[in-house]
């Protein structure tokens, strides 16, 4: 039998979780940005990602909505593809993020 591989969604705007999503903002120290060049696209930050907050395609995408910065991410990700960076911080030659 052939299995199938279902990743997580991004979470909606749904009532009850903008004032959440308000507060990460005020108190997230860091942000993750995804150098898609080094990404393999296998999905593990996805499935690790305890908000849920990551979106695949073909690229990977933080939403910055729901992100608590914990970094569990850059962690996870074999091959080192996840940076995090403090917040406030851009840098044009990373991608990632949503703002
Ligand atoms: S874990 Fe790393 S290599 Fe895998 S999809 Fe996420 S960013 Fe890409
Ligand atoms: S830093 Fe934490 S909350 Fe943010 S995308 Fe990575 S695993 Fe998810």
């Known amino acids: ?18 004032a959440r ?3 990460a903002r005020v108190w997230r120290e860091q942000r993750p940005l995804v150098k898609m060049d ?14 849920g907050a990551l979106a695949g395609g073909r690229e990977i995408l933080a939403n910055l909505d729901f992100c ?13 593809a996840i940076v995090m960076q403090p917040e406030y911080t851009k840098d044009p030659g990373l991608i990632g ?3």
């Open 1 to 18: 039998m052939s299995k199938s591989l279902t990743l997580p969604r991004t979470p909606s705007a749904e009532a009850g979780t903008m």
């Open 21 to 23: 999503s308000s507060l």
């Open 38 to 51: 080094l990404c393999n696209l296998c999905g593990r930050c996805l499935f690790y990602c305890p908000e």
């Open 68 to 80: 608590k910065g914990c970094g569990i991410c850059a962690n996870e990700c074999p091959a080192r």
């Open 97 to 99: 993020g949503d703002e």
